[in-house]
């Protein structure tokens, strides 16, 4: 029986390396493509008298170059990711609350922006007549 040992030679060794890391690169390239820049927008929003998270409340998200809109969830979490950086108006709505309008919120590529929200029990009185 026989021992037979295998050498690689440097230059193949460097050859298959080489090769190895360009398909390295060529197949990283589609995940370096996913980053873009979008940017969101999250929060709470609570009741400006008792600091109580409020669920439900719509939250709409207008700038020049995008619309979205979020909803509230059972702690008063809202978030919106995948908008293009620009100043945003939130416009929040919930019935019993009054209707809340903000501008001039940023958002920036590649962040998510944090801002939180009171709104005020609403006092029209809804008895139905005029």
Do not use: C, E, W
Not at 19 to 38: E, G, K, R
Not at 73 to 100: E, I, M
Not at 110 to 121: A, E, G, I, R, V
Request: net charge neutral; aromatic share 6%.
């Amino acid at each position: 029986m026989s021992n037979k040992i295998t050498i690689v030679k440097p230059l193949a060794l460097r050859l298959s390396l080489a090769t190895l890391a360009l398909l390295l690169a060529f197949v990283s390239q589609p995940i370096l493509a996913i980053a873009d820049d979008a940017g969101g927008i999250a929060g709470v929003i609570t009741d400006a008298n008792t600091g109580a998270p409020i669920s439900g409340v719509q939250i709409q998200f207008n700038s020049p170059s995008q619309s979205a809109t979020a909803t509230t969830d059972a702690k008063g979490h809202f978030v919106v990711l995948s908008l293009p950086p620009d100043n945003y108006t939130l416009t929040l709505v919930k019935q019993g609350y009054d209707t809340r309008a903000v501008s001039g919120y940023s958002v920036m590529a590649d962040q998510t922006q944090q801002y939180d929200f009171q709104l005020t029990k609403s006092t029209a009185a809804s008895s139905g007549s005029p």
